[in-house]
């Protein structure tokens, strides 16, 4: 079993932000910025090109629900939505998913932000603001 299939399963331990019949999101263990989260379908897949339509749409539902929280909760004002496809494109992990990437400042480098939010602390201070209870 892969393992993002473990995280779903609850197999492996993850901050687990949001849950429903169909989807899986999670704080990502070394965030890019405050807030980083990967949203996963239940089904898996090897990646975003392989999934079906039905999959997607349930995984851009969500993405749609947590931004909307982290507007609130986060004060993020931007985001980046990625999905990674291929080793050459950086994909380390395959079983679908959308990184929810956090902005804050425009043109904030996502690099001056790493060291600051990337430690276990600060990913347990972020998950307790944000988790949607
Ligand atoms: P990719 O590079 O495949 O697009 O993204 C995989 C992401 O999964 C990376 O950002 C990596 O930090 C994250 N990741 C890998 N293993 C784990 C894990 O066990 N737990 C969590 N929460 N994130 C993980
Ligand atoms: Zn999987």
Redesign the pocket.
């Known amino acids: 079993m892969c393992?993002f299939c473990k995280?779903i399963n609850q197999e492996?331990p993850?901050y687990k932000i949001y849950e429903d019949e169909y989807t899986y999101a999670?704080?990502?263990?070394?965030p890019l910025s405050q807030g980083h989260t990967?949203v996963v379908p239940k089904k898996h897949s090897e990646h975003v090109l392989e999934a079906d339509s039905a999959t997607i749409t349930h995984c851009f539902n969500t993405i749609k629900k947590i931004t909307h929280h982290y507007d609130n909760v986060l004060r993020s004002s931007g985001y980046n939505i990625i999905s990674?496809v291929h080793p050459s494109s950086?994909?380390?992990?395959f079983h679908t998913?959308f990184?929810i990437v956090p902005r804050f400042t425009k043109n904030e480098s996502l690099f001056d932000s790493l060291k600051e939010h990337s430690s276990e602390e600060n990913i347990k201070m972020t998950f307790e603001t944000i988790k949607i209870a």
């Open positions: 393992i995280i492996i993850s999670f704080l990502d263990i070394s990967l990674n950086g994909q380390t992990v998913h990184h």
